[in-house]
T-cell receptor
Framework: NAGVTQTPKFRILKIGQSMTLQCAQD?????MYWYRQDPGMGLKLIYYSVGAGITDKGEVPNGYNVSRSTTEDFPLRLELAAPSQTSVYFCASRPGHMNTEAFFGQGTRLTVV | GESVGLHLPTLSVQEGDNSIINCAYS??????FIWYKQESGKGPQFIID?????DKRQGQRVTVLLNKTVKHLSLQIAATQPGDSAVYFCAENSYSGGGADGLTFGKGTHLIIQP
């Protein structure tokens, strides 16, 4: 049971480039989340999904897009990378609203230069 | 211009002492409050939760207290050990306005254990 797997672990992007952060979970969880964590700061919700085909914006969605075509995968897309998007990105999943234990991936450290 | 953010507060305790980490929450409609622990270089991990109709819950070496009157949550760690060094986040489980659903995390506290 791998849990939540994020790829890549590290990435350096140039301003204006695009990339997709991958997130996959093998626990059959309905709810999935993307957070960003700036150095020495807390977690901010970017997007979330309560099931395949359903996505919603979180606190800081600008500059990002997501899709949820399957229960397992929840990729996060950056279309035009900006220095302000330098951060560590965490994907998380949980079975449903009443399950308070969310499982997090190891994070993707992204630097935009 | 330069962005200014609020960095994590720090709590320093002696090994073996009890630690108390505090959190103020904002949403009275949250149905659960949760504590997560984040070790350096890792994703957050669930520690303990408390339902909104309770005021105390105990786990192994940890106790969570909920004071709904002042919207305050605390995590008490007994006999703090070096492995407790981490950033601790409180989180609210709620349906936000407009039907949104998510775990909302607080700012976090960095717990440092002094030998």
């Amino acid at each position: 049971n791998a849990g939540v797997t994020q790829t890549p672990k590290f990435r350096i992007l140039k301003i204006g480039q695009s990339m997709t952060l991958q997130c996959a979970q093998d626990m059959n969880h309905n709810y999935m989340y993307w957070y960003r964590q700036d150095p020495g700061m807390g977690l901010k919700l970017i997007y979330y999904s309560v099931g395949a085909g359903i996505t919603d914006k979180g606190e800081v969605p600008n500059g990002y897009n997501v899709s949820r075509s399957t229960t397992e995968d929840f990729p996060l897309r950056l279309e035009l990378a900006a220095p302000s998007q330098t951060s560590v990105y965490f994907c998380a999943s949980r079975p449903g609203h009443m399950n308070t234990e969310a499982f997090f991936g190891q994070g993707t450290r992204l630097t935009v230069v | 211009g330069e962005s200014v953010g609020l960095h994590l507060p720090t709590l320093s305790v002696q090994e073996g002492d009890n630690s108390i980490i505090n959190c103020a929450y904002s949403n009275s409609a949250s149905d659960y409050f949760i504590w997560y622990k984040q070790e350096s270089g890792k994703g957050p991990q669930f520690i303990i939760d408390i339902r909104s109709n309770m005021d105390k819950r105990q786990g192994q070496r940890v106790t969570v207290l909920l004071n709904k009157t002042v919207k305050h949550l605390s995590l008490q760690i007994a006999a703090t050990q070096p492995g407790d060094s981490a950033v601790y986040f409180c989180a609210e489980n709620s349906y936000s306005g407009g039907g949104a659903d998510g775990l909302t995390f607080g700012k976090g506290t960095h717990l440092i254990i002094q030998p």
